[in-house]
């Protein structure tokens, strides 16, 4: 899966690294403190937002910004493109779960996992045009699998969160859940009583989570789909008959 973010140059990133809060802070950090003044001021963007600890304004923030240990409290509907972000890591990790039990090796806490991080300096603009963001990950990662998935999602979610606060929204701040924006208000659990596994769908990042319904719903590339109504082809289409 490709990952591209509105970002300019940014210093290549060290190789080795723990997993979770204070890697992704950091490789944030790095990146802070070589954006050129051109950098700064090219999209007019919160770059401010980068400064001290960027990712404490987060957490406990919208629907889905929920980090470390919190993971799993996230619901109801993405608020904006920073939440947005917090619920495609939170669906990342979630797979990385789901996807190790399959296998043998066991990832209760993806987040607390210790990977090699890749240099993101080339997804910039494009720069790894063709390249896999997963595999980069894993190359670096080859006996983990645990340690290659979660590289991939939290590598993109780094990138993607730079490029949104290098970007032309301000940071909005009201979705702060101790400044008083309410989370159980504003962000309704659906409720229903469908008991069915979860399984996964889509590449390594993105990769997210849903409800098998007992076989009524697959995969089909990156996109869920009745499996009574289509057909999933080899080309990962759908239609009603391949």
Request: contains cysteine; aromatic residues 10%; hydrophobic residues 30%.
């Given at each position: 899966?490709?990952?591209?973010?509105?970002?300019?140059?940014?210093?290549?990133l060290s190789?080795?690294?723990?997993?979770g809060?204070?890697?992704?802070?950091?490789?944030?950090?790095?990146?802070?403190?070589?954006?050129?003044?051109?950098?700064?001021?090219?999209?007019?963007?919160?770059?401010?937002?980068?400064?001290?600890?960027?990712?404490?304004?987060?957490?406990?923030?919208?629907?889905?910004?929920?980090?470390?240990e919190?993971?799993?409290?996230?619901?109801?509907?993405?608020?904006?493109?920073?939440?947005?972000?917090?619920?495609?890591?939170?669906?990342?990790?979630?797979?990385?779960?789901?996807?190790?039990?399959?296998?043998?090796?066991?990832?209760?806490?993806?987040?607390?996992?210790?990977?090699?991080?890749?240099?993101?300096?080339a997804?910039?603009?494009?720069?790894?045009?063709?390249?896999?963001?997963y595999?980069?990950?894993?190359?670096?990662?080859?006996?983990?699998?645990?340690?290659?998935?979660?590289?991939?999602?939290?590598?993109?979610?780094?990138?993607?969160?730079?490029?949104?606060?290098?970007?032309?929204?301000?940071?909005?701040?009201?979705?702060?859940?101790?400044?008083?924006w309410?989370?159980?208000?504003?962000?309704?659990?659906?409720?229903?009583?469908?008991?069915?596994?979860?399984?996964?769908?889509?590449?390594?990042?993105?990769?997210?989570?849903?409800?098998?319904?007992?076989?009524?719903?697959?995969?089909?590339?990156?996109?869920?789909?009745?499996?009574?109504?289509?057909?999933?082809?080899?080309?990962?289409?759908?239609s009603?008959?391949?």
């Amino acid at each position: 899966m490709k990952a591209t973010a509105a970002v300019s140059s940014i210093l290549l990133l060290s190789k080795n690294a723990f997993a979770g809060y204070s890697e992704i802070e950091s490789m944030i950090e790095q990146a802070q403190a070589n954006l050129t003044t051109m950098d700064r001021n090219l999209g007019g963007g919160d770059t401010a937002f980068l400064m001290g600890s960027p990712l404490e304004k987060i957490n406990g923030y919208g629907c889905w910004c929920f980090l470390q240990e919190e993971h799993g409290q996230g619901a109801g509907e993405a608020q904006n493109e920073v939440d947005a972000h917090c619920q495609t890591l939170h669906h990342g990790y979630s797979c990385v779960k789901i996807d190790a039990s399959y296998g043998d090796e066991n990832c209760p806490q993806p987040w607390a996992i210790e990977y090699n991080i890749i240099p993101l300096t080339a997804w910039m603009f494009g720069g790894n045009s063709g390249r896999d963001m997963y595999a980069d990950c894993k190359n670096l990662n080859q006996d983990s699998e645990c340690a290659a998935r979660t590289c991939a999602v939290e590598s993109f979610f780094t990138l993607n969160l730079i490029g949104e606060f290098l970007s032309m929204k301000p940071f909005d701040a009201t979705l702060k859940h101790s400044d008083g924006w309410s989370h159980s208000d504003n962000c309704p659990r659906k409720l229903g009583s469908d008991q069915s596994p979860l399984e996964c769908c889509g590449e390594y990042p993105p990769r997210f989570p849903y409800k098998t319904k007992d076989g009524q719903r697959g995969c089909c590339g990156d996109k869920t789909y009745d499996t009574n109504l289509q057909e999933c082809c080899s080309d990962n289409t759908l239609s009603l008959v391949c």
